[in-house]
């Protein structure tokens, strides 16, 4: 069963940072791209990143670049968010997530709460 | 950044009854369409990738169709389950952007 657990998440202050671990298992981790998206409260859905399967690729959405890592460790099938400079609206369910065919997001964790908040 | 637009944004209504929801892409994304289902306080599950293709386990009464930049999601035979809120996402260019949601209430 294709599994992915966030951790991480919590309170911090606005200009804080943070990081979220997200532990894959269920499939091979290694030949997946993955991702991070996340859902303000009572709002729509945000892509934030994706990572190649070695690496060596990101990408990232305008409003976290320069201020938000993606990064994974294949040994230890974990991906990872390094949030740094965050913001109020930083405020979210931050999601770990799996592209499939056609680097479609297939299967998601189950969310971890970040708050940004003085 | 290629916008996503739903529409409804809300909908009611009763079970057994056929619904569509359509998104409408700012530019030609070809078939690089997926449809999600969300519920409250969970994690959103794939439907549909590639405008068309249903994924493993998802009943057979969710259909998507479309090409380019007109895209709908129809749900045949409405279940109690269906009632949830649905969003498209583009994977056609990075960064890839979701449709705002549509709500599906019980009528």
């Known amino acids: 069963e294709v599994q992915m657990v966030e951790s991480g998440g919590g309170l911090v202050q606005p200009g804080g940072s943070l990081r979220l671990s997200c532990a894959a298992s269920g499939f091979t981790f290694r030949s997946y791209w993955m991702n991070w998206a996340r859902q303000a409260p009572g709002k729509g859905l945000e892509w934030l990143a994706n990572i190649k399967q070695d690496g060596s690729v990101e990408y990232y959405v305008d409003s976290v670049k320069g201020r938000f890592m993606i990064s994974r460790d294949n040994a230890k099938n974990s991906l990872y968010l390094q949030m740094n400079s965050l913001r109020t609206e930083d405020t979210a369910v931050y999601y770990c997530?799996?592209?499939?065919?056609?680097?479609?997001?297939?299967?998601w964790g189950q969310g971890t709460l970040v708050t940004v908040s003085s | 950044d290629i916008q996503m637009t739903q529409s409804p944004s809300s909908l009611s209504a009763s079970v057994g009854d056929r619904v569509t929801i359509t998104c409408r892409a700012s530019q030609d994304i070809t078939n690089w369409l997926a449809w999600y289902q969300q519920k409250p306080g969970k994690a959103p599950k794939l439907l549909i990738w590639?405008?068309?293709n249903l994924h493993s386990g998802v009943p057979s009464r969710f259909s998507g169709s479309g090409s380019g930049t007109d895209f709908t999601l129809t749900i045949n035979s409405l279940q109690p389950d269906d009632f949830a809120t649905y969003y498209c996402?583009?994977?056609?260019?990075?960064?890839?952007?979701f449709g705002q949601g549509t709500r599906l209430e019980i009528k």
């Open positions: 997530a799996r592209d499939g065919h056609q680097l479609t997001i297939d299967y």
């Open positions: 590639a405008a068309s």
């Open positions: 996402q583009q994977a056609n260019s990075f960064p890839r952007t």
